[in-house]
């Protein structure tokens, strides 16, 4: 396929999104189940004009004076891909497959440029209602936090240190040109290419299929390194969900003491099995969801590991559809769930213990909130000071605009080059 039918493409893709009202990555895949004459190269563009529409959709839209997905679409052509506006309105007519030639209107806007007087949350790209929390979080830093989320993410690996190092990790994908990590000292990462430039698909690695890395954004990484789990130690994962973490965090004990990984829902729960066998990890004990599966854990934790329920904010990057989806009531609807899960956590710790708590959000209202009303109601509790966990964790001091009011870090594209996380650590008195 040319240009012209793989943005023909993209515009059906993203109306089937906005009729259907289904995640991008259904229409997607029922897109190339109905276009089987696709390669896989255009499939990767197609998805890229998509993904690229919907994570800067504000600004296109403001731009275009519309937001239908032929404005959209031809907005990332021109504006994101830096195609020439009169170039590609004639490849338009000379390709059956093409959508319609662009009118003089869409000619203009698309050279044009943003009014000095656009909305900041416009120049952020993110929703209206969402712009006072995030610049809470950030202060005079948020519209550039808001753009960089708007970006493409980088391909990220976790060397699994069970079973192989971070150089024969590196020795092994040599083909697509890894890099290392700046801060996660086992990680591996591929940066995003532009325009059509396509994901390498490393699981059909030979490295990946012997268990030697898993694949797993650095801010991930990061947040599982401070959460400091200790070879001997009894760790609960009281969300584990896949066991991306309770997998960091098998490998940082050397498979020494006991990792309790648990989730509350069996299908989010259930592919940690293969990953767990693939990965070597034995001193991981899975325990499937039923009344009373933790009880005679109460009290004796020296470490809980909360990866809460959250809004997903900080993957806006990977799944820029969510973004606009979010609304005020699924906001409250998982505060109450994580300040009930940081209650739940506490349950399981001994006296001394560590309760740590990771979101992938950038909202304070799930994350230094949620912090001062526990530390409210539980004083025997305080949080670790946050440039000593990063010191002890990476060698290095920590940047001063990742730690938060709340002696709690925050992770974003921005400040770390991540998916955005929040971190704290908070110890019980003993």
């Given at each position: 396929m040319r240009l012209p039918g793989r943005l023909s493409a993209a515009i059906d893709v993203l109306t089937d999104v906005e009729t259907r009202k289904r995640p991008v990555s259904?229409?997607?895949?029922?897109?190339?189940?109905?276009?089987?004459?696709?390669g896989a190269g255009d499939r990767a563009a197609i998805g890229?004009?998509?993904?690229?529409?919907?994570?800067?959709?504000?600004?296109?839209?403001?731009?275009?004076?519309?937001?239908?997905?032929?404005?959209?679409?031809?907005?990332?052509?021109?504006?994101?891909?830096?195609?020439?506006?009169?170039?590609?309105?004639?490849?338009?007519?000379?390709?059956?497959?093409?959508?319609?030639?662009?009118?003089?209107?869409?000619?203009?806007?698309?050279?044009?440029?943003?009014?000095?007087?656009?909305?900041?949350?416009i120049l952020a790209d993110v929703p209206e209602w969402l712009a006072p929390s995030i610049e809470r979080a950030f202060g005079d830093n948020w519209i550039a936090e808001g753009q960089d989320m708007a970006g493409r993410p980088s391909l990220d690996l976790r060397t699994n240190t069970l079973k192989a190092s971070r150089d024969r990790?590196?020795?092994?994908?040599?083909?697509?040109?890894?890099?290392?990590?700046?801060i996660s000292p086992v990680g591996v990462t591929m940066p995003a290419g532009a325009g059509d430039a396509r994901t390498p698909n490393v699981t059909t690695d030979e490295?990946?299929?012997?268990?030697?890395?898993?694949?797993?954004?650095?801010?991930?990484?990061?947040?599982?390194?401070?959460?400091?789990?200790?070879?001997?130690?009894?760790?609960?994962?009281?969300?584990?969900?896949?066991?991306?973490?309770?997998?960091?965090?098998?490998?940082?004990?050397?498979?020494?003491?006991?990792?309790?990984?648990?989730?509350?829902?069996?299908?989010?729960?259930?592919p940690i099995y293969d990953r767990l066998k693939r990965n070597g990890a034995r001193n991981v004990q899975v325990r499937a969801p039923h009344p009373g599966a933790l009880?005679?854990?109460?009290?004796?934790?020296?470490?809980?590991?909360?990866?809460?329920?959250?809004?997903?904010?900080?993957?806006?990057?990977?799944?820029?559809?969510?973004?606009?989806?979010?609304?005020?009531?699924?906001?409250?609807?998982?505060?109450?769930?994580?300040?009930?899960?940081?209650?739940?956590?506490?349950?399981?710790?001994?006296?001394?213990?560590?309760?740590?708590?990771?979101?992938?959000?950038?909202?304070?209202?799930?994350?230094?909130d949620q912090i001062v009303a526990f530390l409210n109601a539980h004083p025997d509790f305080a949080s670790l000071p946050p440039s000593e966990l990063w010191q002890a964790a990476f060698g290095a001091a920590i940047h001063p605009d990742v730690e938060t009011a709340q002696s709690g870090i925050a992770l974003t594209p921005r400040l770390t080059g991540t998916d955005g996380f929040y971190f704290n650590a908070l110890r019980r008195g003993a």
């Open positions: 259904e229409a997607l895949k029922a897109w190339g189940l109905n276009n089987r004459f696709a890229n004009l998509v993904y690229d529409a919907l994570r800067r959709r504000a600004s296109h839209t403001a731009l275009m004076g519309s937001d239908s997905p032929r404005a959209l679409v031809l907005a990332v052509a021109i504006r994101d891909w830096n195609e020439d506006p009169a170039a590609l309105s004639d490849s338009f007519a000379a390709d059956s497959h093409a959508p319609e030639p662009l009118t003089a209107d869409e000619l203009a806007r698309a050279v044009g440029q943003l009014p000095d007087d656009t909305a900041p949350h990790v590196v020795k092994s994908l040599d083909r697509f040109h890894p890099r290392l990590t700046a490295g990946y299929l012997k268990g030697w890395f898993e694949v797993q954004d650095q801010g991930s990484q990061i947040v599982a390194a401070l959460a400091n789990a200790q070879p001997g130690e009894q760790v609960l994962d009281l969300c584990a969900g896949a066991g991306g973490k309770t997998l960091a965090l098998a490998a940082a004990m050397g498979n020494k003491g006991q990792i309790f990984a648990y989730d509350s829902d069996r299908n989010r729960l259930a009880d005679d854990l109460a009290g004796k934790m020296d470490r809980v590991v909360i990866d809460a329920p959250c809004t997903g904010t900080g993957t806006w990057r990977r799944r820029p559809d969510t973004k606009w989806k979010l609304t005020p009531e699924l906001l409250a609807q998982r505060t109450a769930e994580q300040a009930a899960i940081l209650i739940e956590g506490a349950r399981y710790l001994k006296p001394g213990g560590t309760l740590v708590y990771i979101t992938c959000s950038i909202l304070p209202e799930e994350n230094d």
